[in-house]
């Protein structure tokens, strides 16, 4: 193991500390019983249980697995749930009147009950893996066979719902208690079945906010070029997962300690290490400043954390030292950069788009203030604001710390929304008494009717009537005019300096 991934990794607090962990292993439940589990559940997963029982009435040996016990052990609300059973496929089939495919070669079918689909598999043993992804074949085994052959020990636990008893084969219980992350078995052989497993066991540590085992850490080190042969979509599913749990800033910096995040996304690999201005960034290089910002995000989507991620990329590409560090173009060139990176991704169009233009715009927030009011208004209307204005927060508070900009913003933001609430000046259908064809351009005249009245230009029908005459005459609007006054400017992003 590396010094870098040693540092990254820990060590945490002790188990048996005050600081509110799980201690001592006694703390953890040897049963719970079904009733306090229900409890537990969501109202969208307790007819997963229900799947379960069924299974137990007609025979089966059946059990809840998972990350729903690892779960209710923890104390967390469980968002999924798994089901393990002696039951083969045909059966599943026979029981439940709404199944679907998820693989029933291997032993996999899903049981849907509402609008929720419950994964129910039969035990068993696997053959070797021949691609780094699937088994070469699966026959079914028996309970402790199928769970010696799972990722985690956290996730191999199981849960009987008929006695509320917590089976533990593989030390999952001790290591949920010492707060590790953990291989069953040997990491290299189950880092060899999947290399996606590499990234999860980094994911897993951020959502549980654990420490990487260290045999278990040395072997990602040692593994973490491999999962660059992972598909874009299933790195994709995990990374998100990643960048929106808990300990996200810290995963961060466990992906760059153990090689995956080079393997992986090597444009974020390059920022460390890239000096900034100590008076716009005290907190240190471009890297260190982009842990802090996901750090300080509130509860942020995939499309938003991702794009935290990203929107210093474009840093070390246009890096120059004259009187001092400055990233002149740093944002377009991070917009190219962070296209580049969604398509390898395979991020859905739309999202990609998004996650670009917050990568483009994470600046522009800063010249709102001194813009126009309508051209303000205008800025403030689209449709990601709210996105682009957390990322602008949680930028300025992973730098120099000061909100004033932001709160100018926000409270900017509020008095549009208002006036949005308020009756326009003119409508459509006054446009027409007034004798303009209806069109595309009416959304452009009424918008500049408003842009006009919250800058005082405009407070009457009749002073809006007279405007409109004046800068669109009906015979030159079939075209769309722009209103005068309100031409887009892109200048240097404001708020923030060049270095930022």
């Known amino acids: 193991m590396s010094a870098r991934a040693a540092r990254a990794c820990g060590p945490r607090s002790s188990p ?18 079904p009733a306090a589990l229900l409890a537990r559940l969501p109202p969208s997963l307790r007819a997963g249980f229900e799947v379960a029982c069924r299974l137990l009435e007609a025979g089966w040996e059946t059990y809840l697995v998972g990350g729903v016990v690892r ?16 039951a083969p496929p045909d059966e599943v089939l026979r029981l439940f009147p709404r199944t679907v495919s998820l693989g029933a070669a291997f032993g996999v079918v899903g049981v849907v009950i509402g609008d929720r689909t419950f994964q129910v598999a039969t035990f068993r043993r696997e053959g070797p893996y021949h691609d780094g992804r699937r088994p070469s074949a ?4 028996g309970v402790r066979e199928d769970v010696e052959r799972r990722d985690f020990t956290v996730n191999a636990l199981l849960y009987d719902p008929r006695t509320g008893t917590v089976l533990d084969f593989v030390g999952g219980r001790a290591d949920l208690a010492a707060r590790l992350v953990r291989t069953v078995g040997d990491p290299a052989v189950r880092f060899a079945e999947d290399r996606l497993r590499l990234l999860r066991a980094v994911r897993l540590a951020a959502q549980l906010e654990f420490t990487v085992e260290p045999g ?20 994709r599913d995990e990374l998100q997962r990643l960048l929106t749990a808990p300990g996200r800033a810290s995963g961060l ?15 974020v690999d390059a920022m460390a290490g890239v000096s900034q201005p100590p008076a716009f960034h005290p907190e240190g290089d471009v890297f260190t400043h982009t842990c802090l910002a996901l750090e300080f995000l509130r509860e942020p989507t995939p499309t938003l954390a991702l794009a935290t991620l990203l929107h210093d990329v474009g840093k070390p590409l246009t890096m ?21 990176i969604c398509r390898r991704l395979r991020l859905p169009a739309a999202q990609r ?45 992973a730098s120099h710390g000061d909100l004033t900009v932001y709160e100018r913003v926000v409270a900017l933001l509020a008095a549009v929304q208002a006036e949005a609430a308020r009756p326009r000046l003119l409508t459509g259908h006054d ?19 408003e842009d006009a009245r919250a800058e005082g230009l405009v407070s009457t029908p009749e002073e809006a009537r007279a405007m409109v005459r004046a800068r669109f005459p009906a015979g030159a609007t079939d075209g769309g005019a722009e209103p005068g006054g309100s031409t887009t400017r892109r200048g240097r992003p404001g708020g923030q300096d060049d270095g930022t």
């Open 16 to 33: 048996t500390d005050d600081a509110g962990r799980l201690s001592p292993r006694d703390a953890l439940p040897e049963a719970i019983a």
């Open 71 to 86: 779960d209710v052990l923890l104390g967390r609300t469980p968002h999924d749930l798994d089901i393990v059973t002696a």
């Open 138 to 141: 699966v026959e079914f085994a």
């Open 216 to 235: 278990t850490l040395e072997a990602i080190c040692r593994l973490a070029p491999t999962v660059a042969t992972v598909s874009g979509e299933r790195i």
């Open 253 to 267: 910096r466990l992906l760059r300690a153990t090689g995956l995040l080079a393997a992986l996304l090597p444009e």
């Open 320 to 340: 120059t030292v004259s009187d001092r560090i400055r990233f002149h173009g740093h944002a377009e060139a991070g917009a190219g950069l962070a296209e580049r």
């Open 353 to 397: 788009r998004a996650v670009v233009a917050l990568v483009r715009d994470h600046q522009r927030v800063g010249d709102v203030p001194k813009m126009r009011p309508g051209r303000a208004r205008q800025f403030l209307r689209r449709d990601d604001i709210h996105d682009l204005l957390e990322l602008y927060r949680a930028d300025c508070l």
């Open 431 to 449: 446009l027409i008494a007034m004798g303009y064809r209806p069109g595309p351009q009416f959304a452009t005249i009424l918008d500049a009717v």
